[in-house]
Antibody
Framework: QITLKESGPTLVKPTQTLTLTCTFSGFSLRTSGVGVGWIRQPPGKALEWLVLIYWDDDKRYSPSLKSRVTITKDTSKNQVVLTMTNMDPVDTATYYC???????????WGQGTLVTVSS | QSALTQPASVSGSPGQSITISCTGTRSDVGAYNYVSWYQQYPGKAPKLMIYDVSNRPSGVSNRFSGSKSGNTASLTISGLQAEDEADYYCSSRTTTTALVFGGGTKLTVL
């Protein structure tokens, strides 16, 4: 059974850097084809894909956020870390991490974590 | 990369069939057979309903089906039930980055 869980601050100030950790179980990021992505959803709005990292350390970024986002993995800890710089109130959203195999959809999702950007 | 275009809302009566469209370009929906559909209830994480255009994950009802023609993908729900009332999102692999989501469709069961 695959599980994922996001953790990190619930409140950040404008201009600060956000760091979120996705801790997972039930799969390995050493397995060919496996990837973990981050997706966010502002309150009442649509899903927005942010970034994706694959088993071979291939990383794909949303063009609109590429300059602000970094993704890393620690296969020994079964964790993926999202870093987003220069946070703004418009970045207030529920942030999800999710499992995928190649490009065949995100088949398992974390519960999400609401991050509020406010001074 | 622009979001895929979905109708803001659709509705149907119990037992009916509805179709939700997802329109992209030849750089995303039209380029690959990597379209997925997600169901999301308020306050909950999305759930994968369809992947690779028309495949259902284990456990998803066969009332849900997917298809694609050109740059437009579609999700059809047959035998509509009250529990199908939710938001639905499509996504596609793209030639330029990796992924793009649609703007979401609110399904109301009348």
């Amino acid at each position: 059974q695959i599980t994922l869980k996001e953790s990190g601050p619930t409140l950040v100030k404008p201009t600060q850097t956000l760091t979120l950790t996705c801790t997972f179980s039930g799969f390995s990021l050493r397995t060919s084809g496996v990837g973990v992505g981050w997706i966010r959803q502002p309150p009442g709005k649509a899903l927005e894909w942010l970034v994706l990292i694959y088993w071979d350390d291939d990383k794909r970024y949303s063009p609109s956020l590429k300059s602000r986002v970094t993704i890393t993995k620690d296969t020994s800890k079964n964790q993926v870390v999202l870093t987003m710089t220069n946070m703004d109130p418009v970045d207030t959203a529920t942030y999800y991490c999710a499992h995928t195999i190649y490009s065949s959809g995100f088949d398992s999702w974390g519960q999400g974590t609401l991050v509020t950007v406010s001074s | 990369q622009s979001a895929l275009t979905q109708p803001a809302s659709v509705s149907g009566s119990p037992g009916q069939s509805i179709t939700i469209s997802c329109t992209g370009t030849r750089s995303d929906v039209g380029a690959y057979n990597y379209v997925s559909w997600y169901q999301q209830y308020p306050g909950k994480a999305p759930k994968l309903m369809i992947y690779d255009v028309s495949n259902r994950p284990s456990g998803v009802s066969n009332r849900f089906s997917g298809s694609k023609s050109g740059n437009t993908a579609s999700l059809t729900i047959s035998g509509l039930q009250a529990e199908d009332e939710a938001d639905y999102y499509c996504s596609s692999r793209t030639t330029t980055t990796a992924l793009v989501f649609g703007g979401g469709t609110k399904l109301t069961v009348l």
